[in-house]
């Protein structure tokens, strides 16, 4: 299925690291997209952008921590500059310090929160009045089914996915009349470099028995960026393997 996703300006936040941020900047290139791939690794952000590059795809890196507003703007501002317009915004950080809760210090408490939740909020409070001034535009945020099934040791994580399940809700109703979406995939365990050596531990909770691939996942959240999903909005797309 044709996307339409020529052309587009998109801005991928947690791009390196080849994990799903950087199959979702690979598949905005196979559809054609113009791609700001950002990381807190400013190496890894441009390694990413130069593999677009390769494959003949526009595309720029930027370096800017999503728990800090003003790197959020500098993102924006860059993205702006070179391609004047944003269509789409994929936000993919996230934190989790899997430790019981009554153990963790009040840092690492508010720094999981800080990364997942208003890591979130920041990169599209920096977008999304140039989506409204556009009259367009799509945000896909990277949930996690854990913000439903409440597990044990992932109190702050969870707790900041299922705020992000309410964020995107709530601010649906409110860029939805500039013809602006918002949206939320919530993604099963992936195979990458960060999942390394769990596949043994977990496959057996998700009766496709077996992780999903990065591609997997971006391809959901490709499907909620288009034009193909144009009356959805405010919405969560759980890719988990049947696992709830």
Known sequence: MDLNLKDKVAIV???GGNGIGTAVCMELAHEGAYVVANDIDQSQAEKVAAQLRALGTRSISTHADMTAVSECDEMVAKTLAEFGR???LVTIPALMIYKG???CTAKELHRQTDVTFWGTVNAVKATVATMINQRSGSIVCMGSD???MGPAMETMYASSKAAIMTFASSLSKEIGPYGVRINVVNAALVRSPGAAGMEEAFRGNYPLGRL???K???EAILFLASDR???ITGQTLS???GRL
């Open 13 to 15: 936040t947690g791009a």
């Open 86 to 88: 944003v269509d789409i």
């Open 101 to 103: 809760f009554a153990h």
């Open 146 to 148: 854990s913000a439903k």
């Open 212 to 214: 999903a691939e990065p």
């Open 216 to 218: 997997e996942v971006a």
């Open 229 to 231: 999903a144009s009356f």
């Open 239 to 241: 890719v988990n393997g």
